[in-house]
């Protein structure tokens, strides 16, 4: 993009620069002025505290901190970079860092820090009537953590995860400010890039819908647990997956074959994954990363004490078990009728 000065004589294209060329820097400039002109890159938010740093354990500081008209606290970080750094990183940890903070405390934080402005007047009140409201809600107050990325340019990586941040339900805004001219001529082109304004409403209500299909997956999962009995020992409560691992463990220490198991489960594909030799996790994960079919570890039971060693090789139990998971280990315990083993619901 570029931006043009207009005079009576012409337009004339004025060139792009970087703020470190022209000496500006993050807090003395950029900083210092954005607070009181918080608008620029946040409408509607109001600063309560700037180089926040009031927690335990911890130096980080985040560079402005602010409350908007819904309630929620706003997260300001400002970079005069051409990449962004790791700024979507440093907000998330701020965002959750600051996430417990209640009215009162919000009240002392601004507090101090128009006292530090010089500004003579009352927090609580300022507070208050920013919000429209004669007395604070606490059930209302701070419910979500937005956050606002304000840099001359983002990286790939960076756009990359706040895209991905924003669909797993956070907020997080990018705004561009591109400095263009010369110290004592400098213009600033500002536009929020993501989510794009003209798309934003349209995002929003994604999210609603992408939100509302996740709680209707959890809420459809089968979460039953069961108890698996060997010998006199009971496994209580096991989740589905984890009662699949000890019944088949349980049967193959009582002689059945893997291969007889992939008989009766001859619906499931690939239940096992196998390598050759008796091994342990390290060296299983290392063959199986070998093998010309991909081996993602988080798909399979690899642990030491989770492998099953039989006739010179080395087997691990894949932990993907779907509404059929329940039948498999029904159907093996009628095929083979382990006397000692026994399969139940946790009631």
């Not at 962004?84 to 959750?96: K, N, S, T």
């Not at 600051?98 to 934080?109: A, H, M, P, Q, Y």
């Not at 794009?196 to 509302?212: F, G, H, N, S, T």
């Amino acid at each position: 993009m570029t931006i043009y000065r207009m005079t009576d004589q012409a337009i004339e294209a004025v060139g792009e620069t970087t703020f470190a060329s022209v000496s500006v820097s993050e807090r003395d400039d950029i900083q210092r002025l954005i607070k009181r002109q918080i608008e620029i890159i946040s409408p509607d938010t109001l600063v309560i505290a700037e180089e926040f740093s009031d927690w335990e354990d911890s130096k980080r500081r985040i560079d402005l901190l602010g409350i908007d008209t819904d309630a929620n606290l706003v997260v300001i970080e400002l970079k005069r970079t051409e990449d962004g750094g790791h700024m979507e990183l440093q907000a998330v940890r701020y965002a959750a860092m600051v996430s417990t903070l209640d009215f009162e405390r919000c009240v002392r934080i601004f507090a101090t820090y128009l006292a530090r402005e010089g500004d003579d007047r009352d927090a609580r009140t300022t507070i208050l009537e920013f919000l429209g409201k004669d007395e604070p809600e606490e059930d209302d107050f701070a419910q979500d953590v937005r956050m606002v990325l304000a840099a001359a340019e983002f990286s790939r990586e960076v756009t990359t995860a706040v895209i991905w941040l924003n669909d797993q339900g956070l907020d997080i805004r990018c705004v561009r400010i591109k400095p263009y001219g010369d110290k004592g001529n400098l213009l600033l082109d500002v536009q929020q890039v993501i989510p794009l304004p003209e798309a934003q409403d349209y995002q929003v209500r994604l999210k609603e819908k992408q939100q509302k299909e996740r709680e209707s997956r959890k809420s459809s999962r089968d979460l039953s647990r069961f108890d698996v009995q060997v010998g006199d020992t009971v496994h209580r409560n096991l989740p589905k997956r984890r009662a699949v691992l000890m019944l088949i463990h349980a049967l193959t220490s009582t002689g059945v074959t893997i291969a007889d198991i992939c008989k009766v489960m001859a619906w499931r594909k690939r239940p096992f994954c196998v390598v050759d030799g008796e091994v342990d996790s390290p060296t299983f994960e290392s063959l199986a990363r070998k093998q010309a079919d991909r081996f993602d570890p988080v798909r399979w039971f690899y642990e030491d004490a989770e492998l099953i060693h039989s006739d010179g090789k080395t087997y691990a139990l894949t932990n993907q078990w779907g509404p059929r998971g329940e039948k498999a280990m029904q159907d093996l315990i009628a095929h083979f009728r382990p006397a000692d083993i026994t399969l139940e619901r946790t009631s």
